[in-house]
């Protein structure tokens, strides 16, 4: 089992920045392939980007590349989302998560936060 805790989120304006943290306990985090899916308002739930276990393969989501960066500290037991030029489409609740299987199609996580909110305003 891992539970996962995110936080960072809030409001912040269009073009600003902000980095949402995951604080992860339970097993050991560098066995995870850890990734964070987002949810807006009327929207299905979609990839935002993932890591590898060791942090060497990042993997984004189109609508986002170039603008998040995904990181990892194993010693730390913590992942990051690093957001900047942030656009109102950007609204959404954040969840990190973790998965035992490496990212790939259909990659589906075993392990899910309770989500953090971020809205960006226009």
């Known amino acids: 089992q891992v539970q996962l805790v995110e936080s960072g989120g809030g409001l912040v304006q269009a073009g600003g920045s902000l980095r949402l943290s995951c604080a992860a306990s339970g097993r050991t985090f560098s066995g995870y392939t850890m990734g964070w899916f987002r949810q807006a308002p009327g929207k299905e739930r979609e990839f935002v980007a993932a890591i590898s276990r060791s942090g060497g393969i990042t993997y984004y989501a189109d609508p986002v590349k170039g603008r998040f960066t995904i990181s990892r500290d194993n010693a730390k037991n913590m992942g990051y989302l690093q957001m900047n030029s942030l656009k109102p489409e950007d609204t959404a609740v954040y969840y990190c998560?973790?998965?035992?299987?490496?990212?790939?199609?259909?990659?589906?996580?075993?392990?899910w936060g309770q989500g953090t909110q971020v809205t960006v305003s226009s």
């Open positions: 998560t973790a998965a035992l299987a490496s990212y790939g199609s259909s990659w589906t996580p075993n392990y």
